[in-house]
């Protein structure tokens, strides 16, 4: 029998261990760019003055720190207004109890029980257009949080299994999940800025080197048109590696609290049955569970099942499907 207690104290020492990882990943891309940038100093400037290129250093380093800090920011300025903010952004449609049909109704319903089981407030509630069998919990905390469930969800689950998906995703809610994978997405849009930055810089210089072409007699400046070439790659290069292992550590912080969500359920519903079930149906087709809208990359990680198909585990942002459903059934012997 799972213990809920000790699978929660496990997950959040293990989410804080991840999330550490975050500032080692920022102090490694500022080390790699620094790096850079003194190769391109010493073939620019081999003579340069120690003290200018201290200065150099320092100030690439509270650049890099800055437009982490800014693309953080801005990202997180853009989602203040909470899950609402996420679920429209995803292209979800708010329900209420006025014009809802059927299905919607039931979905109200079940949400109403799960928010009286877990001790959480109603949050708002929007339904997803996608085929897909998917949901999620989004906001910074009670007072903003909704719950989004897709089309697909409402009409492949039978009500139990309904009941299991809420569930799950009220656990986001009572654990503060929801507000850590907003704070995670802002981050990792920090990193990606790093990137976009060196791709505009080889724009820039591609675009300059165009002019300069027309002119046959300006041969002026080619070693630094050079070191700024590197510094533009370095920043895109680098910082698509900083984005990619910052979505890599987003997606095990997103592992370890899905587990502890998947135990919640149970404890809500006192059905395992409920979610195993439909956890059953995600595995019964590769795409059961994927979402087609084109922000689902960012918010994968809010997702009940795998919203995107992925093409290395680093990027699975939930364990495997098997190993949820034997977490909770055991003695499931492993037909979908």
């Known amino acids: 029998m ?14 804080r261990r991840l999330v550490w990882l975050f500032a080692v990943a920022v102090v490694l891309l500022i080390a790699a760019l620094n790096a850079v940038a003194a190769v391109a100093m010493q073939f620019q400037s081999p003579s340069i003055d120690p003290h200018a290129r201290i200065l150099v250093h320092l100030w690439m380093s509270l650049g890099t720190l800055g437009l982490i800090g800014v693309g953080s920011w801005w990202r997180s300025l853009q989602l203040r207004a909470g899950g609402s903010a996420v ?15 059927a299905r919607e109704r039931q979905l109200l319903n079940i949400i109403e029980e799960m928010s009286i089981a877990s001790g959480v407030p109603m949050p708002e509630v929007y339904v997803l257009d996608e085929v897909g069998i998917n949901a999620f919990a989004a906001g910074h905390g009670p007072s903003d949080a909704v719950v989004a469930v897709t089309r697909g969800a409402m ?10 998906v ?30 976009i930055c060196g791709q505009l810089i080889l724009r820039a210089v591609a675009n300059g080197s165009r002019v300069r072409s027309s002119n046959s007699g300006d041969k002026k400046g ?3 048109i050079i070191a700024i070439l590197a510094i533009g790659a370095a920043l895109w290069l680098l910082g698509s ?25 149970v404890q809500f519903t006192r059905n395992p049955s409920g979610l195993a079930n439909a956890l059953k149906k995600l595995g019964a087709g590769s795409s ?32 495997p499907l098997a190993e949820r459903i034997r977490a909770i059934d055991p003695q499931w012997d492993g037909t979908w």
């Open 2 to 15: 799972m213990d809920f207690f000790a699978q929660q104290d496990a997950a959040r020492a293990a989410s």
């Open 241 to 265: 590696l900083g984005h990619f292992f910052g979505r890599a550590i987003q997606a095990a912080v997103s592992r370890r609290r899905e587990s502890l969500a998947d135990a919640a359920s």
């Open 222 to 224: 080619g070693g630094g």
């Open 288 to 319: 059961n569970s994927v979402i087609k809208h084109a922000g689902a990359g960012e918010a994968s990680h809010l997702f009940f099942g795998e919203a995107l198909r992925s093409w290395t585990g680093l990027l699975d942002t939930h364990p």
């Open 87 to 101: 679920a429209a952004s995803l292209g979800g449609r708010r329900v209420s109890g006025d014009g809802a049909d």
């Open 155 to 164: 009409e492949r689950l039978s009500r139990d299994e309904l009941q299991g």
């Open 166 to 195: 809420i569930g799950h995703e009220f656990s986001h809610l009572l654990n503060g999940d929801m507000r850590l994978n907003l704070r995670l997405m802002g981050l990792v849009y920090g990193i990606l800025l790093i990137s």
